[in-house]
């Protein structure tokens, strides 16, 4: 605005390379204290059987309100927190309340956390889990760990171990993000992922007609061939999830049927609407 009003203003006009990097930077501080006071935790996103509209598990993923800049997405966030470290107290604190949430919950649904492919590198994955499983009462196999496909293209021979660990402790490993250009035909695969998320680029193409559907087929053959069960990401129309429940689809997540919702929302859904809700998909 500055820059109208005049020659001499110019002076404080900041090159956009500039502002991008004074944000990070401020992110990058206002971070840890977020971490203390609580400002950054989970929202839950349902994951359904998306033929009875069953809730069959929730993803948690990481959410900041900053004072000044409002909401932060996690696509900003994540990546400064693998800069400087705090994606290992970040990551905790969302697994941790995370699993504190959903073990209140009734019935026994899946709590699905992000793990991000720095902090397999750097951390100690498994006995932080471990930790978060004992200290919150909620069971292994109730827990599910998401690793994006596009992190693993160069890390995977290094984080192959720790994700053996995990097994171990009982969880199930989930591939998330199937189907994006870099997690294209690789070694990856050739891991027993117990659960491959496909992409919501790939549900995108399906308004698109016979090309979409073929895509989705193939995926889906892919992921039986793995022997490991397909999650479909993104499913935002009734069509698509009729399509998809037509190639023979069990498991997915989208704005059709819910996007992801703070504590209290979840809590409702559970102890009040979730009669209501899966009649409302039928
Ligand atoms: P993701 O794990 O693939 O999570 C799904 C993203 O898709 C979420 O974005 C969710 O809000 C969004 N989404 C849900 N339904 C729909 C839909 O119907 N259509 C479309 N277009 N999008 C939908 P969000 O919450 O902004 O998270 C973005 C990414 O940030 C996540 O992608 C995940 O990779 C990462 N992330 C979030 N929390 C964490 C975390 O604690 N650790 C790590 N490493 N990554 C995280
Ligand atoms: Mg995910
Ligand atoms: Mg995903």
């Known amino acids: 605005e500055e820059i109208r009003t005049g020659r001499r203003h110019v002076g404080t006009y900041k090159p956009p390379m500039r502002a991008v990097a004074e944000r990070q930077s401020g992110i990058s501080r206002a971070l840890l204290q977020a971490l203390e006071q609580e400002d950054c935790l989970p929202h839950f996103q349902p994951q359904f059987n998306i033929k009875t509209g069953q809730i069959v598990g929730i993803e948690a993923l990481a959410r900041w309100y900053h004072p000044h800049l409002g909401w932060i997405a996690p696509a900003e966030v994540i990546p400064i927190a693998e800069q400087n470290g705090l994606i290992i107290p970040l990551e905790r604190k969302i697994i941790e309340t995370a699993c504190a949430q959903v073990q209140l919950l009734p019935g026994d649904v899946d709590l699905a956390v992000n793990l991000s492919v720095p902090h397999m590198l750097h951390g100690d994955v498994a006995p932080m889990i471990e930790d978060c499983l004992n200290s919150t009462g909620l069971s292994a196999e109730r827990l599910k760990v998401e690793v994006a496909a596009g992190r ?131």
């Not at 984080?159 to 591939?175: F, I, N, Q």
């Not at 039986?224 to 429940?245: F, H, N, P, V, Y």
Request: charged share 20%; with cysteine; hydrophobic share 45%.
């Open 152 to 282: 693993l293209l160069n890390t995977f021979d290094r984080v192959h171990g720790c994700l053996e660990d995990l097994r171990a402790l009982g969880v199930t490993l989930s591939l998330d993000n199937f189907g994006t250009p870099a997690s294209a035909l690789s070694g990856i695969l050739q891991y027993k992922w117990d659960e491959v998320k496909i992409d919501t680029s790939l549900t995108k193409i399906l308004r698109d007609g016979d090309a979409g559907h073929g895509l989705i087929a193939m995926a889906l053959t892919m992921v039986k061939t793995l022997e490991s069960t397909a999650l479909i990401e993104g499913i935002e129309t009734i069509e698509q999830r009729d399509m998809l429940t037509a190639l023979g689809c069990e498991l997915g997540q989208g704005y059709l049927f819910g996007g992801p919702m703070a504590i209290d929302d979840l809590n409702a859904l559970f102890f009040s609407d979730q009669p209501n809700l899966a009649r409302m998909l039928m």
